[in-house]
């Protein structure tokens, strides 16, 4: 199923900010296959691939640091 532009920018912005905690700067639709995100211009389906980029990034910081409260639980009940 293709979004659309104002979609693909909402689900963007929503990962951007849980990752970095702040909002994206510069980031509007222009037309339905195109959209403006940090000044650069790009395809919706480019900026599809962003937003999975930047989910990755966030299962994986939010693994990580999981995995250092696992381990200094377990440190601390030695």
């Given amino acids: ?20 905690k ?4 510069d980031i509007r639709v222009l037309d339905r296959d195109w959209v403006v995100v940090n ?5 919706v389906t480019e900026l599809e691939f962003m937003t999975h980029q930047l989910e990755q990034e966030y299962r994986k910081a ?5 995995n250092v409260v696992l381990r200094l639980i377990s440190w601390l009940k030695q």
Avoid: F, V
């Avoid at 104002?6 to 689900?11: D, F, L, N, P, V």
């Avoid at 702040?22 to 700067?25: A, E, H, L, V």
């Avoid at 939010?62 to 999981?66: A, D, I, R």
């Fill in 1 to 20: 199923m293709q979004l659309t532009s104002e979609q693909a920018i909402h689900i963007y912005t929503d990962a951007y900010n849980k990752l970095y």
């Fill in 22 to 25: 702040r909002q994206p700067k």
């Fill in 39 to 43: 000044g650069a211009r790009m395809r």
């Fill in 62 to 66: 939010t693994e990580g640091k999981k």
